[in-house]
């Protein structure tokens, strides 16, 4: 089975940045997608951002999108969320995620990260 491992997380102020990282245990097999979601309390867990093996094909949250900046290294089986001019609305439990689509099959999403708190202060 595939594991995942997230770094990256913490507090910062509004406006500031954060990156996460988030490396897969081995190199898969296959076509896949590899990314975050994320869950703030009483929420439900809602899609941030994916990047696929074909053309480095990204997808980004209406929420997010200009702000952050999802990237890969092949090499290191390693994905890269760049998190700038963070809003409070932010704050959440982000969960890195592998499947066979994360952006637009994420009912199929097989893999998951132990999750790593990003909080925002006003």
């Known amino acids: 089975q595939v594991q995942l491992v997230e770094s990256g997380g913490g507090l910062v102020q509004a406006g500031g940045s954060l990156r996460l990282s988030c490396a897969a245990s081995a190199r898969i097999i296959g076509r896949y997608s590899m990314g975050w979601f994320r869950q703030a309390p009483g929420k439900e867990r809602e899609f941030v951002a994916a990047?696929?093996?074909?053309?480095?094909?990204?997808n980004y949250a209406d929420s997010v999108l200009g702000r952050f900046t999802i990237s890969r290294d092949d090499a290191k089986n390693t994905v890269y969320l760049q998190m700038n001019s963070l809003k409070p609305e932010d704050t959440a439990v982000y969960y890195c995620?592998?499947?066979?689509?994360?952006?637009?099959?994420?009912?199929?999403?097989?893999?998951w990260g132990q999750g790593t708190q990003v909080t925002v202060s006003s």
């Open positions: 995620a592998i499947g066979p689509d994360i952006a637009t099959m994420p009912s199929r999403t097989y893999g």
């Open positions: 990047i696929t093996l074909s053309g480095g094909n990204t």
